[in-house]
């Protein structure tokens, strides 16, 4: 699929992550985001140097490619390349207003992220200020749950909305809590995989796998 720049004046939605390497249980769960929030594309987006974590061992670029190639021809996902056309390290929050000044005021934008991501917003840049640009949309993860105390359970108790019809109304300021197919794999996991030589087949996408193999990556 194309990366790059996008116009759209409908609903947009973004997932990001490492996806180092992206897998099927990112694929499963950003095909069943995208149908849930209607819209005509969601964007997966690379971080290029990961602010909360220690940098990947290959590179952004490689990242990237292997995005392209798990998505295919699933014409609901794009690959976004905005967080690698930018320096230094990849905040969530300038990624969010940079989409909010190309698409308007008044699109909904959709942050997607999952439960273990919500228990630690607080570690985030200008983490009170997301929802000033976006709606929040958190997956169930097995072991997390929802904040219950603290400034944090707090912000997301201001913010909870039950009802999907009515979040979508707006652009942005809401915070909804769905449900998604868990597939057992990690990025992880299949690192490790390739490291002891074992098969990584059917954990991600046969392009990703054959990617791997030509570069030699993770080895």
């Known amino acids: 699929?194309?990366?790059?720049?996008?116009?759209?004046?409908?609903s947009v939605a973004i997932f990001g992550g490492t996806f180092n390497p992206v897998h099927n249980g990112h694929l499963r769960i950003a095909i069943e985001l995208a149908e849930l929030l209607e819209v005509d594309n969601l964007r997966m987006i690379p971080c290029a140097l990961p602010a909360h974590r220690e940098a990947?061992?290959?590179s952004p670029e490689q990242r990237l490619e292997m995005l392209k190639l798990g998505i295919g021809e699933q014409a609901l996902l794009q690959a976004d390349d905005i967080e690698l056309r930018r320096e230094g390290p990849s905040y969530t929050i300038d990624t969010l207003r940079e989409i909010r000044?190309?698409?308007g005021d008044s699109t909904p934008l959709y942050l997607c992220v999952g439960m273990d991501v919500l228990a630690s917003l607080d570690s985030w840049r200008d983490w009170q200020q997301l929802t000033n640009f976006c709606h929040l949309i958190v997956s169930?993860?097995?072991g997390y749950q929802i904040p219950k105390s603290g400034p944090l359970a707090e912000w997301?108790?201001?913010r909870l909305c039950?009802?999907?019809?009515?979040?979508?109304q707006s652009s942005a300021g809401k915070l909804h809590l769905c449900n998604s197919t868990m597939l057992a794999i990690s990025s992880t996991a299949i690192r490790n995989k390739i490291s002891a030589a074992e098969k990584i087949d059917y954990l991600t996408p046969a392009a990703v796998?054959?990617?791997i193999?030509?570069?030699h990556l993770y080895e």
């Open 1 to 10: 699929m194309a990366t790059g720049r996008f116009v759209n004046n409908m």
């Open 56 to 58: 990947p061992s290959v």
């Open 101 to 103: 000044t190309q698409i």
């Open 140 to 142: 169930s993860r097995p």
């Open 156 to 158: 997301v108790k201001a």
């Open 162 to 168: 039950d009802d999907l019809p009515t979040l979508k």
């Open 209 to 211: 796998v054959n990617c």
């Open 213 to 215: 193999q030509q570069q």
